[in-house]
């Protein structure tokens, strides 16, 4: 097509660059339509053919498929490829929009975001400095501001969108290591590399903290090591009494307490650590004190449960994961810090980049206070979501996801086949089917193959996760649209394959 058409010699240009057509620019607005357009139209048809969270398919049987596609066989048009991606993804994607998915931390978006992403993408502006982005900047530092704001933060807060909860809480346990190691050894991480004491850092979490915390103080040099575990009270939240003796032991074993990061929302459970006792705790203790709430953000959206969150305006740092509870596509999270001076930390001023006297002259580079460059226009997305739905529309959706949660919490209390382990401040319940009348299965047997027969029938999804070596199932209720009728029909079909595993085995 790219030398002759009808014995036509066509541009120039177009001989010079053969598929000229697919780059975004004004000469190929009909092309960006028409690829827009497909884009939609399968999203529709994955909308209107998905009858259940999930397909069932196997990896091997999936893995078949693939086998004879050779990425470097000549272009195919629009048609084959929409058919080729909706059968090796679309078609057995899991439906985080669907009733019955009630498995991960994963929400349904909101309409007002989706449409965000195509700007996104599209225009494709990066965050690291203004010179890359200018409005986009400007508009990303007012949803921060936004967020200090309902942290309860003052005006000396300041944060920074990030990939993800892993890296937000990876920034927290960054800026308390240097951070204590230049107040109290007068030692310049950034610059120096880490200190000989390094190695007897502490950092303190319940054991029931997210994983990114120990991986954390690894990529930190800190070694897992460092990471000491606090047990959890009956309902899993951190029990401030055992941290306080842990901090003592610590120290009168020539450690050096240096963290600690509360859980606002545990991913297993949702609940909150006891934040004001820890606070206090932290002060004492001179430690810096990290609130991971990526889940548990969703709280400073309702005003009916806001106060289950109180304390957390008391940290140094914040983790908030808007793609986890904020109705946002992944990716879309925050790092906030109660006092921006820490972000100089972390600071490089690189003179292609951001070269110091930017900041003399006032021109915001948001990639001061950021572990990436290059850097999506998340915000953009919580932008539209906050003007069209507010945070008050939001807040319904919250409200109605953990009265959801707390009627099955009571459903399952009441039924002789389950054992509940927690009642959850947010929409996490662990729990398993235990109808066993002769006491001879093991229930964690039982519960593992009812988790994966229901993967592979696929028509309502639960996680699962090992409290004291005990394989238990796990309800994350996440859409609004999940209602205690759909919570009834998985507990059904969970009696089911409970019941044909007793009569089998
Ligand atoms: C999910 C989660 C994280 C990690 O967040 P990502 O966005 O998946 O990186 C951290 N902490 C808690 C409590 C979480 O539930």
């Not at 357009?37 to 990896?59: D, Y």
Request: proline share 3%; glycine share 6%.
């Amino acid at each position: 097509m790219n030398t002759l058409i009808t014995g036509q010699l066509v541009s120039e240009k177009e001989s010079l660059f053969p598929n000229l057509e697919n780059l975004f620019c004004d000469i190929n607005i009909q092309e960006y339509e028409n690829a827009v357009h497909r884009a939609k139209e399968s999203v529709i048809s994955f909308l209107e053919e998905t009858n259940q969270p999930f397909s069932g398919v196997s990896p091997r049987e999936l893995r078949k498929q693939f086998e004879n596609i050779d990425l470097n066989d000549p272009a195919i048009s629009y048609d084959e490829v929409f058919d080729e991606v909706t059968r090796l993804y679309i078609k057995h994607a899991v439906a985080f929009h669907h009733p019955k998915y009630t498995a991960h931390l994963n929400c349904p978006v909101v309409i007002p975001a989706v449409a965000a992403e195509m700007l996104i993408s599209s225009i494709n502006s990066s965050l690291d400095t203004w010179d890359q982005s200018a409005g986009g900047t400007l508009m990303e530092q007012k949803l921060i501001d936004w967020t200090c704001g309902e942290i309860g933060f003052g005006s000396s807060s300041d944060g920074i969108f990030t990939s993800g909860g892993s890296q937000s809480n990876l920034m927290g346990m960054l800026l308390a290591r240097d951070h204590y190691a230049l107040e109290h050894f007068n030692h310049n991480i950034k610059k120096d590399g880490l200190p000989e004491q390094a190695h007897r850092f502490r950092i303190f979490v319940s054991d029931a903290a997210h994983f990114s915390i120990q991986k954390s103080a690894s990529i930190l040099g800190l070694g897992e090591q460092a990471v000491v575990k606090i047990k959890t009270d009956r309902s899993f939240r951190m029990n401030s009494v055992l941290l306080e003796d842990a901090v003592r032991k610590e120290i009168e074993n020539g450690n050096i307490p240096i963290a600690v990061a509360a859980t606002a929302g545990t991913t297993d459970f949702g609940n909150v650590d006891p934040l004001t006792n820890i606070a206090g705790i932290a002060k004492q203790y001179k430690l810096w004190f990290h609130v991971d709430a990526a889940y548990g953000c969703a709280l400073l959206l309702t005003e009916k449960y806001r106060h289950l969150i109180q304390g957390i305006e008391q940290a140094h740092s914040v983790t908030v994961d808007y793609h986890k509870s904020f109705f946002q596509p992944v990716s879309s999270s925050g790092f906030i810090l109660n006092d921006r001076k820490y972000f100089g930390l972390i600071t490089h001023y690189a003179d292609y980049l951001n070269p110091k006297d930017h900041d003399e002259n006032e021109i915001p580079n948001q990639v001061n206070k950021s572990i990436q460059t290059t850097r999506r226009f998340d915000a953009l997305k919580l932008w539209f979501t906050l003007r069209i739905i507010g945070k008050k529309g939001l807040g319904t959706y919250i409200d109605r996801i953990i009265h959801t949660a707390d009627e099955a919490a009571t459903l399952l209390e009441n039924d002789p086949n389950f054992e509940l382990l927690n009642r959850s401040d947010l929409s996490a319940l662990v729990f398993r089917y235990s109808a066993d009348p002769f006491k001879t299965f093991d229930l964690s047997r039982i519960n593992t193959y009812i988790k994966s027969q229901l993967y592979k029938s696929g028509n309502g999804l639960v996680a699962g996760t090992k409290v004291n070596g005990q394989f238990y199932l796990k309800f994350t209720i996440l859409n609004p649209l999940t209602t205690i009728e759909d919570i009834k029909s998985i507990l059904n079909t969970i009696k089911q394959y409970g019941n044909e595993y007793i009569e089998v085995n």
